[in-house]
């Protein structure tokens, strides 16, 4: 048989570039393994390297100096061998290669590795990116690496750097809304920081339009309190104009009863001069605009009920025109009930200023025992009437009765 060294220049150059290939891809495959953290699986393609390595050194020899004996002792050894076992020597490294390339190969696909790690990162639609504390960035998948780009104008180079920039919370990148948010961890006993960007378009997108439906919203109910406080005033109006037109009726039957009435009829005529009396009070309290009547009005209504009002302050000026309106409807039913439920000769008003309020107050005497307080009849429409305006009214008897009128400071007249 025909030893390894009588071949011809081309068939020995042809297992010189046969050992250099399979030089290369034992390396490869202990790189490999390497990459994948498979740290014992690199021992198998380094093993195979030392004879593979050889083989390819002996060549080199055989081609530099024959078996002569400048030939090394175990380059002449192995040249005279048949050139048959050198190829089966070849078939065999190159068969345990390529099962040493297979098993790293199926591994990878099989298993969970650091490469395929990678892989699924730079497949996510958010961006991810971790540092150490002092910048270093470990790790920064595609998404985080083109946001960064597109923000600072370079790659993920300095964790720090890029979190400054991005530390509003949500930015604008292109026709595209994100997200950051960033957390610290503990791993393996180093501080590191991961930085996470979530693509919020579509959610963005809704948020502004339920703010733009909740703003539309609070219009239309705005326009339904204005509508309905504009109601509540029509249907008042309409109250006192029938309440006059009833007045007014009531006046011609008194007017028929004084004329037909027998004058020498004590009894008769006390009766008829009381019901004078009352649809007198009557007259003053809605014949006139109740909002704008003011102390005038008030001082008119007390001199017909006989009562004396003790003012101390003036009218807080904080008070909006709806507010001095309502303190006046207050007045007229405080004065109205001192003469009908007391019996009082005089009342006094008062006024007291808090941080937020102003407290008014409308105390009588009592000359009759204090009965229960019950919010009926003009104190259930004032109560109604102070709670559109966010006021409040109270009233408390002991040996004095008083009304008190809590109104918010510096309330628009809106």
């Given at each position: 048989?025909?030893?390894?060294?009588?071949?011809?220049?081309?068939?020995?150059?042809?297992?010189a570039?046969?050992?250099?290939?399979?030089?290369?891809?034992?390396?490869?495959?202990?790189?490999?393994?390497?990459?994948?953290?498979?740290?014992?699986?690199?021992?198998?393609?380094?093993?195979?390297?030392a004879?593979?390595?050889?083989?390819?050194?002996?060549?080199?020899?055989?081609?530099?100096?024959?078996?002569?004996?400048?030939?090394?002792?175990?380059?002449?050894?192995?040249?005279?061998?048949?050139?048959?076992?050198?190829?089966?020597?070849?078939?065999?490294?190159?068969?345990?290669?390529?099962l040493?390339?297979?098993?790293?190969?199926?591994?990878?696909?099989?298993?969970?590795?650091?490469?395929?790690?990678?892989?699924?990162?730079?497949?996510?639609?958010?961006?991810?990116?971790?540092?150490?504390?002092?910048?270093?960035?470990?790790?920064?998948?595609?998404?985080?690496?083109r946001?960064?780009?597109?923000?600072?104008?370079?790659?993920?180079l300095?964790?720090?750097?890029?979190?400054?920039?991005?530390?509003?919370?949500?930015?604008?990148?292109?026709?595209?809304?994100?997200?950051?948010?960033c957390?610290?961890?503990?791993?393996?006993?180093?501080?590191?920081?991961?930085?996470?960007?979530?693509?919020?378009?579509?959610?963005?997108?809704?948020?502004?339009?339920?703010?733009?439906?909740?703003?539309?919203?609070?219009?239309?109910?705005?326009?339904?309190?204005?509508?309905?406080?504009?109601?509540?005033?029509?249907?008042?109006?309409?109250?006192?104009?029938?309440?006059?037109?009833?007045?007014?009726d009531?006046?011609?039957?008194?007017?028929?009863?004084?004329?037909?009435?027998?004058?020498?009829?004590?009894?008769?005529?006390?009766?008829?001069?009381?019901?004078?009396?009352?649809?007198?009070?009557?007259l003053?309290?809605?014949?006139g605009?109740?909002?704008?009547?003011?102390?005038?009005?008030?001082?008119?209504?007390?001199?017909?009920?006989?009562?004396?009002?003790?003012?101390?302050?003036?009218?807080?000026?904080?008070?909006?025109?709806?507010?001095?309106?309502?303190?006046?409807?207050?007045?007229?039913?405080?004065?109205?009930?001192?003469v009908?439920?007391?019996?009082?000769?005089?009342?006094?008003?008062?006024?007291?200023?808090?941080?937020?309020?102003?407290?008014?107050?409308?105390?009588?005497?009592?000359?009759?025992?204090?009965?229960?307080?019950?919010?009926?009849?003009?104190?259930?429409?004032?109560?109604?009437?102070?709670?559109?305006?966010g006021?409040?009214?109270?009233?408390?008897?002991?040996?004095?009765?008083t009304?008190?009128?809590?109104?918010?400071k510096?309330?628009?007249?809106?």
């Amino acid at each position: 048989m025909t030893p390894f060294f009588a071949l011809s220049e081309l068939a020995r150059a042809f297992f010189a570039l046969w050992a250099l290939l399979l030089c290369l891809a034992e390396i490869g495959g202990a790189l490999l393994a390497a990459v994948k953290k498979r740290f014992r699986s690199v021992l198998p393609p380094l093993l195979l390297l030392a004879p593979t390595y050889l083989i390819w050194q002996v060549i080199f020899d055989i081609r530099l100096f024959g078996v002569s004996d400048g030939a090394n002792g175990i380059s002449r050894a192995l040249g005279g061998i048949s050139w048959l076992w050198w190829l089966a020597a070849f078939a065999a490294l190159t068969a345990a290669s390529a099962l040493v390339l297979y098993g790293d190969i199926r591994y990878g696909k099989n298993n969970i590795t650091p490469g395929a790690i990678k892989v699924f990162l730079d497949n996510l639609p958010c961006g991810i990116c971790c540092w150490r504390e002092n910048g270093r960035v470990l790790f920064s998948n595609v998404c985080m690496d083109r946001l960064s780009r597109e923000i600072t104008g370079s790659p993920p180079l300095n964790g720090n750097q890029l979190y400054g920039a991005v530390k509003g919370g949500m930015i604008s990148v292109g026709d595209r809304m994100w997200r950051f948010s960033c957390r610290e961890m503990n791993f393996g006993g180093d501080i590191l920081r991961e930085l996470i960007a979530s693509d919020i378009t579509a959610e963005y997108a809704e948020t502004r339009a339920l703010e733009r439906d909740k703003a539309e919203l609070s219009r239309l109910n705005r326009e339904l309190r204005e509508y309905t406080i504009g109601i509540d005033e029509t249907v008042r109006r309409r109250e006192i104009l029938q309440a006059k037109v009833n007045i007014h009726d009531e006046m011609n039957r008194l007017m028929l009863s004084t004329a037909a009435a027998k004058s020498g009829d004590a009894g008769e005529m006390d009766r008829i001069f009381s019901l004078w009396e009352r649809n007198a009070l009557l007259l003053c309290m809605e014949a006139g605009d109740r909002d704008g009547a003011g102390f005038a009005g008030l001082e008119k209504l007390a001199k017909t009920l006989k009562i004396k009002i003790i003012r101390g302050s003036p009218l807080p000026g904080s008070l909006s025109a709806k507010q001095r309106s309502l303190y006046f409807i207050a007045a007229n039913e405080a004065v109205t009930n001192a003469v009908k439920h007391a019996g009082a000769k005089e009342i006094t008003l008062s006024f007291a200023e808090t941080g937020s309020r102003v407290i008014c107050g409308f105390t009588n005497s009592l000359e009759r025992p204090a009965a229960e307080v019950r919010f009926a009849g003009g104190l259930a429409n004032l109560a109604r009437l102070a709670e559109k305006q966010g006021a409040g009214v109270a009233a408390s008897a002991g040996e004095n009765f008083t009304l008190t009128l809590s109104l918010p400071k510096n309330q628009p007249d809106g």
